[in-house]
């Protein structure tokens, strides 16, 4: 079993709607909790950066971390193209942040 | 600032050859890291390193090596290429700020091929 589960996809929504990307874990030792976005043949950018439970908000995207359930998402409002890529979670046991643990991604496919 | 550079792009390289991965960053961090991604697999940390001369294995650092001359460097080198190295490799680094995100900066990636 992977220590983060994540669905691979591809999701794929109309533009303007409300798109949930979840991740499980099985390490309750985790308490630092990322989302990475990953466009086609680029490298990963930090989306979201959350630590221990509840919810964080930035623009059209929420992060949301359930450490008693160990389950995160991510949701995106009113999406649009632009945001179709790659989705990876990522979560540490410490701020210390040099063993990040990935799940496989998913992919997100937003038309117009 | 360029930010995290690799080179090169693109490699077919056949079983048995060496070859040697650059990451170059130059936005000063302490912190740098080189993962393989394969499909559906998520990243994997191969080394990485805390400051210059400071190096440590991650997860899956069999058939690699690293080396931390400088704080802008960061190479990783291939001795005996093997059909399992067929991945993509990304390089990335941080800033070591206390109370601070774990943000990694990423570079494009190095598409390698071993046949």
């Known amino acids: 079993q992977k220590e983060v589960e994540q669905d691979p996809g591809p999701l794929s929504v109309p533009e303007g709607a409300i798109v949930s990307l979840n991740c499980t874990y099985s390490?309750?030792?985790?308490?630092?909790f990322m989302w990475y976005r990953q466009y086609s043949r680029k490298g990963p950018e930090l989306l979201m950066y959350?630590?221990?439970?509840g919810n964080k908000e930035d623009g059209r995207f929420t992060a949301q971390v359930d450490k008693s359930s160990k389950y995160i998402s991510l949701f995106i409002r009113d999406s649009q193209p632009s945001d179709s890529a790659t989705y990876l979670c990522?979560?540490?046991?410490?701020?210390?942040?040099?063993?990040?643990?990935f799940g496989g991604g998913t992919r997100l496919m937003v038309k117009p | 600032n360029a930010g995290v550079t690799q080179t090169p792009k693109f490699r077919i390289l056949k079983i048995g050859q060496s070859m040697t991965l650059q990451c170059t960053q130059d936005?000063?961090?302490?912190?740098m890291y080189w993962y393989r991604q394969d499909p559906g697999m998520g990243l994997k940390l191969i080394y990485y390193?805390?400051?210059?001369?400071?190096?440590d294995k991650g997860e899956v650092p069999n058939g690699y090596n690293v080396s931390r001359s400088t704080t802008e460097d960061f190479p990783l080198r291939l001795e005996l290429a093997a059909p399992s190295q067929t991945s993509v490799y990304f390089c990335?680094?941080?800033?070591?700020?206390?109370?601070?995100?774990?943000?990694?900066?990423f570079g494009p990636g190095t598409r390698l091929t071993v046949l």
């Open positions: 990335a680094s941080r800033q070591d700020l206390a109370g601070g995100s774990n943000e990694q900066f």
């Open positions: 390490n309750s030792a985790f308490q630092y």
């Open positions: 959350t630590y221990s439970s």
């Open positions: 990522a979560m540490t046991r410490n701020n210390a942040g040099n063993m990040l643990t």
């Open positions: 936005m000063n961090h302490n912190y």
């Open positions: 390193s805390v400051g210059a001369g400071i190096t």
